[in-house]
């Protein structure tokens, strides 16, 4: 998603290219220079755009657990049934889901855990292990 300020920023810059310090009718002919400094910043806003665009598209969050996911099928020919995580890692995934417009499943499961629904496999919320902690997939015991 595009920032507001930055969508308004490149139109106030776009918008600033008319006239100024151009004649009348270059402006109205479309014809006049534009220095290199204004060229450069209208560079530089369009590539920020562009970097925010992917960013807000971007699967990084949840790339580690898919791997973990796609190791486990190729293992077993099926999801695993549940993978534990620690809470930085179970917030990003949580981030993901409402930036990407995704629904919330939400649990618990029989030992009172928090759990959530990524595809096929819950998500086990463990705040006792170390940040960034992803375990290794496992089915029902």
Request: without cysteine.
């Amino acid at each position: 998603m595009i920032d507001r300020r930055e969508l308004l920023t490149l139109g106030g810059m776009l918008g600033g290219l008319g006239a100024a310090g151009v004649n009348a009718d270059a402006a109205v002919a479309g014809v006049g220079e534009m220095s290199d400094r204004s060229a450069q910043d209208i560079v530089t806003a369009l590539k920020t755009i562009t970097t925010a665009m992917y960013a807000a598209q971007s699967f990084d969050v949840i790339n580690p657990i898919r791997t973990r996911q796609n190791d486990f099928l190729k293992a077993t020919n099926k999801f695993p049934d549940y993978i534990d995580i620690s809470v930085d890692v179970w917030t990003a995934v949580w981030d993901w889901h409402i930036r990407m417009q995704q629904p919330l499943v939400l649990g618990r499961d029989l030992a009172g855990r928090y759990t959530m629904s990524l595809g096929f496999t819950q998500l086990v919320l463990r705040p006792d292990v170390a940040p960034g902690f992803i375990s290794t997939p496992y089915d029902n015991r």
